[in-house]
């Protein structure tokens, strides 16, 4: 049976409804896309006489409930702020008439149990045949686009011709030459989330890596591999080539630093040491790059285009892609010098000693000003800092891409930086702009560390995964034995860990970097998730049942309470996904689906598919089948690259 047949034959049993009366009265409902818009209109339209409150007024408190046995809609009465009444009285004496017969909710309607009160708290419970016949089709038939909803990204949901919404999602955001670390990593997972998010709300997502490319320390590199490079270690492994020989020219820096100082306590004339030390030779180098010199751009450029080579394997490897590398090198010089002067002549910025500062506690009253305290933008000897360069970007951005909302994946050390930024957009005059940025931020990983104190990195931490997952896979003869691809499944395995380990609590917590925890395939982990999948997959290959076959299954036989459950918590779905783009919280879907693989896995001992009689075969495997496709999608939008065996 189609879902649109079973959506029609629903709607007709309640009193008209149409797709289009619907719209007209809830605008912002799609049943066809989202099946539990259709129950709270109708637990709206059905309360209205019982409560005297409008529908329209009822219909946007109907919330869904976390937890089954709690029902499956919820209406909070205190949020209809009803003067003169307390809740918990309303709330009983509401539930009392909707269950006597005058009132509605009679035996036989067709989506609901008769509702019950607890306190100020409405519950609803589903039936279950209803729902069966219109889920489990709907989910089949959409497939990957179940849980997304274009119309949220539309400018105007009421007219799709003046099209989509634009959100440019800025981050991971590396430094070059330098290999990825686990800031970087934390951005990269949450910003790809992001923008898969937006994306299936029917945004148009633009994703931009802002590089770290710009600076005297691409002077300090240079100077480095004209002494030490290696043409054949740039080319087989250019990020860790070039690290290496900044880790090297860097320490010799620091020495040399720590002689001169030596020598000027001794009273030794410096001053030639000085003028002709490495730091001074970077300073030079890079105002080499500033002026535009062909032969420095040129080796910076090189370094540039190998490590972003790099970069995107390590990308391709985590499912994610980039539409711009943008970068702090993409600011002219220009563009900093017309924000300056700009900002000079509304009076934002002042001299200090030399430098170009902004002093928001005499720019903004109260506790705002001392919050966002002082800025500098400009240092003594001309030097452009990263604020100024970050306001000229900003505005330069807006100018391209015309975006509706902009969002900055940065570690929330950087909350401060990112607070000054937004301010001067809107002391600037550019309110508007200043309302469409937003800063998502995230807690460090703590334990990312080697024994010596030094940074791990990302490529080092996934081959560890990798290789431990491998290890864990070959314990298992018979299973690894049916893997095509054992070194590929333990890398995808791998991958997985780190990143739900990652998503697992909310991001503005620090977490503990835990290999042993990540990679089990006990409790609530990346593995755990995979071997969720594969299992559905794999009864799936075993029941060897047609598409067409599942789509002429009778759903009416799904009667046993853990077959509802699962339909119950698949009908979550794209609720969950709109209550995310609330959230912005890679969890919000994470436990999701650790809630709805536990229900499945319940199911097992008394669902039997192989085995059973034909019509409760293909009624069992049609459920498991949209299971499967809910667990896939959600993993999707995480970033995971779900497993078939």
């Known amino acids: 049976m189609a879902s649109t047949s079973s959506l029609a034959q629903l709607l007709s049993k309640l009193d008209g409804l149409t797709l289009e009366s619907i719209a007209d009265t809830f605008p912002t409902t799609h049943p066809d896309i989202n099946p539990f818009d259709l129950y709270r209109v109708h637990i709206a339209r059905v309360l209205a006489p019982i409560t005297g409150v409008a529908a329209d007024k009822i219909h946007p408190v109907i919330a869904w409930t976390n937890s089954l046995d709690k029902g499956d809609f919820v209406l909070p009465v205190p949020a209809l702020r009803i003067k003169g009444a307390k809740p918990d009285v309303l709330g009983a004496e509401w539930a009392a008439k909707a269950r006597k017969e005058q009132y509605p909710f009679p035996e036989d309607d067709p989506l609901l149990e008769k509702p019950t009160a607890s306190g100020p708290w409405i519950s609803f419970f589903v039936k279950g045949t209803a729902l069966n016949e219109l889920i489990i089709p709907m989910v089949r038939q959409r497939g990957l686009e179940y849980g997304s909803n274009p ?5 105007d949901p009421q007219d799709p011709s003046k099209g989509q919404k634009r959100i440019i999602v800025e981050f991971s955001s590396p430094n070059i030459a330098k290999p990825f670390h686990a800031g970087h990593l934390r951005s990269t997972i949450i910003g790809s989330f992001l923008a898969n998010l937006y994306e299936g709300a029917g945004w148009d997502v633009v994703r931009i890596n802002y590089l770290g490319d710009w600076g005297k320390q691409y002077g300090l590199l240079a100077l480095s591999y004209e002494r030490y490079g290696n043409e054949e270690e740039l080319q087989k492994d250019p990020i860790n080539h070039l690290f290496h020989l900044y880790v090297r020219i860097s320490a010799e820096k620091e020495a040399e ?3 001169i100082e030596a020598k000027k306590k ?18 030079r180098y890079f105002k080499k790059m500033t002026d535009r010199d062909e032969s420095a751009l040129a080796l910076w450029k090189r370094f540039r285009d190998l490590s972003i080579v790099r970069y995107k394997d390590t990308y391709a490897r985590l499912n994610i892609h980039f539409d711009s590398y943008s970068g702090e090198s993409q600011v002219s010089e220009e563009a900093m010098a017309k924000v300056a002067k700009e900002m000079a002549e509304k009076g934002i910025t002042r001299e200090d000693n030399g430098a170009v500062i902004i002093d928001f506690t005499e720019l903004l009253p109260g506790k705002e000003g001392k919050r966002l305290g002082k800025a500098v933008l400009r240092k003594r000897d001309g030097t452009a800092l990263y604020l100024t360069r970050d306001i000229a970007e900003l505005l330069d951005r807006y100018e391209k891409y015309n975006f509706d909302h902009m969002i900055y994946v940065v570690a929330s050390q950087q909350d401060l930086h990112l607070q000054q930024l937004f301010k001067i957009i809107e002391l600037l005059g550019y309110k508007d702009i200043a309302k469409r940025v937003q800063h998502i931020n995230f807690g460090m990983v703590l334990g990312m560390s080697t024994r010596k104190g030094t940074v791990k990195f990302l490529d080092d931490i996934l081959k560890d995964c990798a290789d431990h997952m491998h290890e864990v896979m070959k314990k298992n003869d018979a299973k690894y034995s049916q893997v095509e691809n054992p070194i590929h499944t333990a890398d995808t395995l791998g ?9 697992s609590g909310k991001r503005g917590n620090n977490y503990t970097f835990d290999l042993a925890t990540m990679t089990s395939f006990e409790g609530d982990t990346g593995p755990y998730l995979q071997y969720a999948h594969t299992r559905l997959s794999s009864i799936k290959r075993r029941a060897n049942l047609s598409d067409e076959e599942l789509a002429k299954a009778d759903l009416s036989l799904l009667a046993e309470p853990y077959a509802v459950n699962i339909v119950r918590m698949l009908a979550q779905w794209p609720d969950v996904v709109q209550n995310t783009l609330r959230t912005l919280e890679p969890t919000t879907v994470l436990t999701y689906l650790f809630r709805l693989t536990h229900v499945i896995s319940t199911s097992y001992d008394h669902l039997q598919v192989v085995g059973s009689e034909p019509a409760l075969m293909a009624a069992r495997m049609a459920l498991y089948d949209a299971s499967r496709i809910v667990v896939a999608n959600g993993m999707r939008l995480l970033g995971l690259s779900p497993l078939q065996r």
Do not use: P, Y
């Open 151 to 155: 119309f949220l990204g539309l400018k």
């Open 257 to 259: 630093k720590e002689a």
């Open 266 to 283: 001794e009273g030794e004339d410096v001053t030639e040491l000085e003028a002709n030390c490495l730091d001074e030779q970077a300073r």
């Open 495 to 503: 991958i997985s860990s780190v990143m739900t380990q990652d998503m």
